[in-house]
Structures are given as C-alpha cells and as structure tokens.
C-alpha cells in the first residue's frame, strides 16, 4: 500500500511539473469561432447565470457573469475591504468580531445558495471561513453580508457551509480534531483524546438568523467535506473523513495508513428529535455572534457563553460509517439524492454508495465492527458502484441533472463525465491545469441548470500574460449541452476560488434592491434633512454630523478640532438614484475610505496627529462636479 501512495504523491508533484510543459495551442483549448460565439455577451448586454466564486484565502466572494466569465462584484465577507470600507467604518466592525478578538481575514471556501424543496431559491448565500471558524449569510437581494456566526469547538471548518434541503440547516464540520474543551495537552496523545465536531446550525426561515441548534461531538478523525441528502435521503448528511487513523502528524508515512476511511452518514433528523426533546449537554463555549441590520445599516456582536452538544452514542440509529477508500476529499450527492460520491484523492477509481442499501444494511443491523461506538457498515453492502475513472487524484463531483456527473483529477488534470446507474465514462476534457472543484449552476441541487461546467483550476502557469511570480487562479468554462464536453474559455478568479455555486440570473436580477429609502433609514447618527447637519462635541470625541449630495458635503469647512481628538464622521448619502454613491476620505485617515450607498448612513473615525488644516474629498466620481466634492478640517494645538 505504501509504494501505491508514495507513487502517487510523487504523480501529485508530476503534474504540477508537466503543467508548465502544455503548449501548443491545438490541444490547449477552444480555438473556433462557435466557442467564441457561445461566450459572447455583446456590450449592453447580461449573462445567463450569476456564478458566487469563494475567493479562498482573499477571506471574500466574488461574483461573475456566466458565460462571459466577467466579474461583477467582490462581496467582503470576513476580510476587511478598503473598497467599500467594510470591516473598516464603525457600522461594519463588528462583523469581524470573534471569541479571539477582531480577526480581519479568513479563508473562505465552500459557498452554498438557500434551497426550498432541495431547489435553489436564491435568498441567501452562505459560505465558510475555514481558519477561526466562522460561517456567514449574504444577502442576495442587497449582496452584502448580514451575519456571521463563529463555530466554538471547531478548528479548520472545512467541510462546510453546506444547506439542507429546506435550508432548515448549515451544516460545518471540523477539519482538525482538537482537544475538546480545548486545553494545555501533549500533541502525540492526539489518539481518543482529540475529537471532531459536526455543527448543525439553523437558519430562521423568514431572516434567515443562524443559530447553533447543536454540535454532534465524533471522534477525532479529519471531517474533510460533506453534503445534504435530498429527496429520499433528506434528512442525512454526509461527511468524508481522513486520517482514522488518529495520527498526530500528517507527514506521508503516519497519514494514510488506512486502507480505507469513512464517509460519516448522520441522520440529522433524528438527532433534531432528540434534542427537542429535551436531549444532549450544554457545554460552556465562548462564540461571536454577529448580526447587520439594514434598517440601521450597522452591525452589532453578540457573545454567546454556551452550546448545545450531543454524543452520537446518545442516540443509536443516528450515525453510521461507510468504508470509502482512500483518504477521500470530495462528498457528493447525485440529484436524486440516492448516490453518495466519495472520491478517494489516492485512489483512481470513484466509490459510488447506495443510499437504500444502506438503509437495508442498517435495518439488518449488518456492521462490520464499530469506531468509539459508531457502527460501521460493510464496504461491499452500501457499494452501489465504482467508476473506472483512468485518472488520477479525484476531489469533487457536480451533476447536469441529466443523469451525467462530473468529476475534477487534480493529479492527470481533467475533468470526467460519466453516467450513474452505469458508472461509464463518457468523456474527458483536460483541465489548465490541476483542477480543483467545478461547478455546474445548480450543480448540487435537486434542479441542476445543466448548459456549463466552470472548472477551478488551482495552477495558472502559462495560460495569460505573466505576472511576477504571482498569477491569479485560472477557471474554464466547458459546454456540457453535448454528449461531449467543449472548452469554451479561459478566465482568471480573484484569490483562490474553491467552490462556486451558480445561479440563473433571472431569478436574482429582478430582485435585487437598486436604492436603500433614506426615509427608511434608521442608523442613529443618520442625517435625514441637511438642516440637522451639525458637530457635537462630548469631552475628546468630536462628532460630525455630515449630509453628503451631488456635489457637496454640509457642512464643508469645520473648526474647533483639536490635536487629540477622536473625530466621527457620520455621513449620510442623500442620493435616492440607482448606482451613485458617494466616497469619503481624510488626509492621514488611517482606517479606509468609506464608500457610502443612496439613503445610507456610514461612520469614520480619524485621530488628527497635526495642527492644520487638512482636506476630506470624495473618492468616487458622482457627477461633472465631482472634483468641487471637497471640504478643510481646520486642526489646532491641543
Ligand atoms: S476544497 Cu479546495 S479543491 Cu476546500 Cu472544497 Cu477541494
Ligand atoms: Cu461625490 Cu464624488
């Protein structure tokens, strides 16, 4: 077994090499005019499908046009965003409060869009940041981020943010077992004394509010990724696993030992019944909770001191392992909601589960031993198939809701079409290079969209122009209308995308808000006439009451500061049209700008350091007058 993976790490290393080698355009892509046909999006006009990238370690998601591949929006979500002043203005702060303090940054991977009846809805969209746990809602109506709930007990929350099929829940999971409470303990007792945990987060169906509803506490396995059941398997969900093994270094010869690992199935359902019921343990946990109202337009932290956990050996009949081999990464469920895909990143071929069969080999209580109490099942009673794939390093699989999947090979690059039920391959189309997820809109849905695969490939090399040292990730768009998949285009994403989700346009565009009503608007500090506009002085702090319209500030001119002060400056846009904001900015100011929308209301804060008198401006070009949009603070000796 350990000459098969070292052959494989080694093949891992290979193609990062051979992806340097692709050249020659004949077999590098599309090079016909019907493919630059199909990607055309003449000017004036708009894209057949919103695709939300994760942007990976830029801690944000973006937001293109498919087919065109052009990039419409950067969503700050848990990276503060000069921009826009996100993470930055008084009102946003709080959003990127944690039980760890203020954690400006994360790495964002897996974004999932709200389903009713297992159908994309497009209300919400929920994506991960995997390095301080956290999971957080965006607004597909405004595009903003409305929430982000920390995740206590939970290190590396990779396997997440994945929806039930009624968004009654988000699930994330842990990739890193820890000591649970965390506490002062030797790594190398790692064995039975890590654990891992499964956090089943409710989502408040009219706001979507988030809410720990309870933790499954497992034992300390890597829980890697997962997915929902649907239709008849609604009411599971199901995790990869790796390292069983329970080692405490991951260096090559202590990880994968195993010949084969797990896919943890959960029936959520009955473990819901359990606690309300009145079952599992409070545990005392330490997690921000942090809600943006759009009537105030601010944001507010909420520490929360408790969590609610639940032993899965609390309730039998409620957890169960699948024997999936080889350190599987991708967790995928077909439509139907009847296969479970493990992909087994050492492995070539794919591991198809049945989701009946399992239900049988549950009901004929036919285990194959048990871990820490958790039945396992026998690998050959819940195999439903395997895919002879041919390729190498399988990770993610989407599904065109024609009975086809689609499979990504980082290692032999390429992405695979194969049929269920025949487990055949199809097809294959090579990848630039080292694909890892790809995303068909609707993909992961009962209703997949089908019409493009968008591969997310984790190398760029020599696909665009160079860069220094440093390039963005590539993606590429295949038409999958055909029995053949066909490359259409190249296009490069922003940080490192890892999943997407993808979503018709026409169900978000009619929807999406245009202006927020200054008569609406109900921040505390708003100026809704500029007849209120003012200064206020309170001992050191300095407030400023600021109206903004085309093309002024009220007021402009402003004396009476001192070196020493802690000056706000709450601004309010008057602008009630469509797209034009107003942007601020103080010389010396040391936080950001603040881009401020019609009808809203944003604070800065500026510590003046010198006697002066200093400009403020603003930073977005809002009319022929745009350069008059000016004002002095006039700064005198403490
Ligand atoms: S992971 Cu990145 S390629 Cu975080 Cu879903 Cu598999
Ligand atoms: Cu307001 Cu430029």
């Known amino acids: 077994m350990k000459n098969v993976k070292y052959h494989l790490l080694s093949l891992l290393g290979m193609a990062v090499l051979l992806a340097g080698c692709g050249n020659g355009s004949g077999s590098n892509g599309a090079l016909n005019s019907s493919a630059a046909e199909k990607v055309y999006v003449a000017p004036g006009e708009q894209d057949e499908f919103y695709a939300f990238m994760s942007g990976g370690y830029s801690g944000n998601l973006t937001v293109y046009g498919l087919p065109s591949g052009r990039m419409f929006k950067e969503i700050p979500v848990f990276s503060q965003f000069p921009t826009s002043g996100y993470g930055y203005s008084e009102e946003t702060k709080p959003m990127l409060e944690t039980s760890f303090g203020f954690v400006p940054w994360d790495d964002a991977h897996h974004p999932d869009i709200s389903q009713t009846n297992g159908e994309l809805d497009g209300r919400w969209i929920f994506i991960n940041g995997n390095n301080t746990p956290r999971i957080a809602r965006i607004s597909l109506t405004t595009f903003e981020t409305e929430e982000i709930i920390e995740v206590p007990n939970s290190a590396g929350n990779h396997s997440s943010s994945f929806i039930t099929e009624n968004t009654e829940y988000v699930v994330a999971g842990t990739r890193f077992s820890v000591p649970i409470p965390q506490r002062d303990m030797p790594i190398n007792e790692y064995e039975g004394n890590f654990r891992g945990s499964l956090s089943f987060i409710s989502v408040d169906p009219e706001h979507g509010h988030m809410d720990i509803k309870f933790q499954l506490m497992m034992p300390g396995f890597n829980y890697d990724l997962s997915h929902p059941g649907r239709g008849d398997s609604h009411g599971w969900f199901f995790f990869t696993t790796y390292n069983t093994e329970e080692a405490s270094t991951l260096q090559e010869v202590n990880s994968s030992q195993n010949d084969k690992d797990f896919i943890a199935a959960v029936n959520w359902k009955k473990i819901e019944e359990y606690v309300n019921n009145g079952g599992g343990t409070l545990m005392p946990a330490e997690y921000a909770h942090n809600i943006y109202d759009e009537a105030t337009h601010t944001a507010t932290t909420t520490m929360k001191k408790e969590v609610l956990t639940v032993d899965p050996l609390q309730v039998p009949g409620a957890?169960?392992?699948?024997?999936?081999p080889k350190s599987p990464h991708g967790c995928d469920v077909d439509p139907t909601g009847q296969y479970i895909i493990g992909n087994g990143k050492l492995s070539a071929d794919l591991t198809i589960h049945s989701f009946d069969k399992m239900i049988a080999a549950i009901e004929g209580e036919k285990f194959d031993g048990e871990a820490y109490g958790i039945p396992i099942l026998k690998f050959e009673d819940v195999l439903a198939g395997t895919v002879k794939s041919g390729g190498l390093g399988p990770l993610h699989t989407e599904f065109d809701g024609e009975g086809n999947a689609y499979t990504t090979f980082f290692i032999s690059s390429e992405v695979v079409k194969w049929k269920l039920g025949t487990w055949e391959v199809i097809d294959r189309k090579p990848t630039f290079y080292s694909v890892g997820h790809l995303m068909i809109p609707g993909g992961n849905s009962r209703k997949p969209f089908g019409k493009y695969v968008v591969a997310m490939n984790k190398i760029t090399k020599d696909r665009y122009l160079p860069t220094g040292p440093e390039m963005e990730h590539s993606a590429q768009i295949y038409d999958i209308t055909g029995e053949k998949m066909e490359l259409l285009y190249d296009f490069p994403t922003h940080g490192e995308p890892h999943y997407a989700a993808g979503i018709p346009a026409e169900m978000l565009a009619s929807k999406s808000k245009k202006i927020y009503r200054l008569?609406?608007?109900?921040?505390?500090?708003?100026?809704?006439?500029?007849?209120?506009?003012?200064?206020?002085?309170?001992?050191?702090?300095?407030?400023?009451?600021?109206?903004?319209?085309?093309?002024?500030f009220t007021p402009d001119n402003i004396e009476g500061i001192k070196v020493g002060d802690k000056v706000y400056f709450h601004i309010t846009n008057h602008e009630q049209d469509f797209d034009v904001p107003h942007g601020f900015a103080i010389i010396g100011q040391n936080t950001s700008e603040l881009l401020i929308m019609p009808g809203q209301t944003k604070t800065s804060v500026w510590e003046p350091k010198k006697v002066g008198v200093w400009p403020f401006y603003c930073t977005d070009f809002c009319s022929a007058l745009h350069q008059e949009m000016q004002g002095y603070v006039r700064v005198s000796p403490a």
């Open 519 to 552: 008569d609406e608007n109900k921040h505390p500090a708003a100026v809704l006439d500029p007849s209120q506009a003012r200064v206020e002085r309170d001992g050191n702090e300095v407030h400023i009451y600021m109206s903004t319209i085309r093309s002024h």
């Open 319 to 324: 957890v169960f392992f699948l024997p999936t």
